[in-house]
């Protein structure tokens, strides 16, 4: 491979006065920048990343081109820098041009990561005509929403189609058994402890599915009774503290798959998944946890024992009250939650006097990706 001019290109980042190539290997393209190594180029990722018209469908900016027809040990005729931009060409004349700018971008976070809460931590309170109405408080409030994984929508309309409402901000409901929008009143159909008056331990909805949703919107109606406080509990928060001062039970949480069952006469739900998900690099993705769908497992089965063990220590944690924030949800307020990290619970109620809340379910995909929509649209406006 030949390496063309080595001339420093333009100030282009913040304080780096001279960038450019770095000894060349036989795996990649190396840039540096004041002689330290500011970007590590494998050959073939180069190469599949190609933006020209012929390696993508212009229209869409998929990719077209396919890794296979090029050999794995692939490497690039010459590589040179023309301003900003790294010029490769391939063995087949094929030309590939990248703006440094571009690459270094993309270790930038989509948005701002979930964040621990503190411990006086009390969810922020967005209003309903602004956060359906106003893209930049919309914005704000999804952006809280993913930080914190709890927010509180207020003054919103104290009637049964208002979760059908929050669609443009929070995608399409995700439909489950039992009904679309879920009634949680004491004289009802009763499939779930929720619809008595005692206290609710903290739990996620849904346990019993292999991929439950992972947004809830909790819609107070109406609340004139004495007593049913609602409570929220950050359950990564708690397995962080687990995983840091009891590391061999949060691995067995992570390993010891538990069998949870929701049902009635006509609907039945059945999963077994472990209460701990992490991602390939060990961060929690998702905790599962609800007493009441926790099925009888069998005793005999291997690792129960020490699976008891650590469940006991994480059920002391989780229902530790200096772990909880607790709060009133009054008629016509909707507490939304990141329900594979925010359990959600209920102090035991008076039943004289109605309570009526609703449930519906949303996926934080479709919700963060609409921020992304939306921060774009505030640029386009500001231009
Ligand atoms: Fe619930
Ligand atoms: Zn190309």
Not at 141 to 150: C, R, V
Not at 209 to 227: I, K, R, W
Not at 312 to 321: A, L, M, N, V
Not at 340 to 366: C, S
């Amino acid at each position: 491979m030949r390496l063309e001019n080595t001339t420093p290109i333009a100030p282009m980042l913040n304080g780096t006065p001279r960038i450019e190539l770095g000894a060349s290997d036989a795996t990649s393209v190396k840039v540096e920048m004041n002689g330290f190594r500011m970007l590590d180029l494998p050959y073939l990722w180069l190469r599949d990343n190609c933006l020209c018209d012929d390696c993508r469908v212009s229209e869409t900016q998929e990719k077209r081109f396919m890794l296979s027809d090029v050999p794995a040990d692939l490497s690039p005729l010459s590589v040179a820098l023309d301003d900003s931009e790294l010029v490769i060409t391939w063995p087949d004349q094929h030309c590939t041009r990248f703006v440094l700018e571009d690459i270094v971008a993309l270790s930038a976070p989509r948005h701002d990561p979930a964040m621990a809460w503190a411990p006086d931590f009390a969810p922020r309170y967005f209003d309903w005509s602004l956060f359906l109405h106003d893209d930049i408080a919309a914005a704000e409030a999804i952006s809280t929403f993913l930080i914190d994984g709890a927010i509180v929508i207020n003054s919103a309309p104290q009637d049964s189609e208002t979760l059908e409402l929050l669609s443009p901000r929070l995608g399409p409901i995700r439909e489950l058994l039992f009904d679309r929008i879920h009634n949680v009143l004491v004289d009802t159909h009763v499939y779930n402890v929720a619809h008595t008056p005692f206290a609710l331990p903290p739990h996620n909805d849904f346990a019993s599915y292999s991929f439950p949703p992972t947004v809830q919107a909790l819609h107070m109606l109406e609340n004139d009774v004495e007593g049913g406080k609602s409570i929220i509990v950050d359950s990564w928060g708690v397995a962080e503290d687990l995983r840091r001062d009891r590391p061999d039970y949060f691995e067995t949480l992570c390993e010891f798959a538990v069998p949870f069952r929701e049902f009635d006469e006509t609907n039945e739900t059945f999963a077994v998944e472990p209460i701990i998900k992490c991602d390939t690099k060990g961060r929690i993705i998702s905790v599962r946890f609800s007493n009441q769908l926790m099925q009888t497992m069998d005793p005999m089965k291997e690792g129960v024992k020490t699976f008891y063990q650590a469940y006991h220590e994480f059920c002391r944690r989780i229902t530790d009250p200096t772990r909880h924030c607790t709060f009133r949800l009054e008629g016509g307020q909707i507490l939304l939650v990141a329900a594979h990290r925010i359990l959600h619970a209920r102090e035991a109620f008076n039943p004289v006097g109605k309570r009526h809340l609703q449930d519906a379910y949303f996926e934080l995909d479709n919700i963060a990706n609409k921020l992304i929509l939306l921060q774009r649209n505030a640029k386009v406006s500001h231009v």
